[in-house]
């Protein structure tokens, strides 16, 4: 497709569950980059990947939450054993090196 | 880290009226992108302007990177302008870290 697209557009889960939402890139984009927005404030930086590579996680806020990219382009954000706190929007967005990142429409996350 | 703050937090208009919004950094950064977050919480590109002044249309952007501000000039606000709008600053960290502001919400009335 020609922009960033992300699965599930909504997830519940029960708190404890394990999650998956999935991203994938702009054709050729090599740079990779997830956000957690909470209701009424700006995206927070998780996490960076460079083609497979995860350069930056300095922003996943916990051991439970995961990334990966394993060939450079999908990428899969996973959180374990959910949290009630972990409900959020979460962000996908992509870039070529350098250039604009364009962001997906978001997974809108709830743990009950 | 790096603080990006934005003001006015809240704005309203009157259709037609023109607005100025900013976005205040507190590190050098590599690059500044301007978005807006419409009602239905997409985000939006606007502006990719590490310095100098770029317009599209009734918009226009200007970064003053060595006094550390960005500014996103509306003119003629509509009300599809309605939404909230961030600006994001590309830290000199030694990654590649995009840190967003808090947003200015902005509601344009008919």
């Known amino acids: 497709g020609a922009g960033v697209s992300q699965s599930p557009r909504y997830k519940v889960a029960k708190r404890g569950q394990d999650v998956a939402l999935r991203c994938d890139p702009i054709?050729?984009?090599?740079?990779l980059f997830w956000y957690q927005q909470a209701l009424g404030q700006g995206p927070e930086f998780l996490t960076y990947?460079?083609?497979?590579?995860?350069?930056?996680k300095s922003g996943l806020p916990s051991d439970r939450f995961f990334a990966e990219r394993p060939e450079g382009s999908v990428s899969t954000l996973k959180i374990q054993r959910t949290q009630q706190e972990d409900s959020a929007v979460y962000l996908c967005?992509?870039?070529?090196?350098?250039?604009?990142?364009?962001f997906g429409d978001g997974t809108r996350l709830s743990i009950l | 880290g790096i603080q990006v703050e934005q003001s006015p937090p809240d704005l309203i208009l009157q259709e037609g009226a023109n607005s100025t919004l900013r976005c205040n950094f507190s590190?050098?950064?590599?690059?500044l992108q301007w978005f807006h977050q419409n009602p239905w919480g997409q985000l939006i590109n606007l502006f990719y302007?590490?310095?100098g002044t770029k317009q599209n249309g009734r918009l226009s952007a200007t970064t003053v990177a060595t006094e550390r501000y960005s500014l996103l000039y509306i003119s003629s606000s509509q009300t599809t302008d309605s939404g909230v709008y961030f600006c994001?600053?590309?830290?000199?960290?030694?990654?590649?870290?995009?840190?967003f502001g808090t947003g200015t919400r902005l509601k344009v009335l008919a």
């Open positions: 302007i590490p310095s």
């Open positions: 054709s050729g984009h090599v740079s």
């Open positions: 590190d050098s950064v590599n690059n």
């Open positions: 967005a992509s870039s070529l090196q350098g250039q604009p990142q364009h």
């Open positions: 990947f460079q083609n497979e590579a995860q350069l930056d």
């Open positions: 994001a600053a590309l830290t000199t960290s030694g990654t590649y870290k995009y840190i």
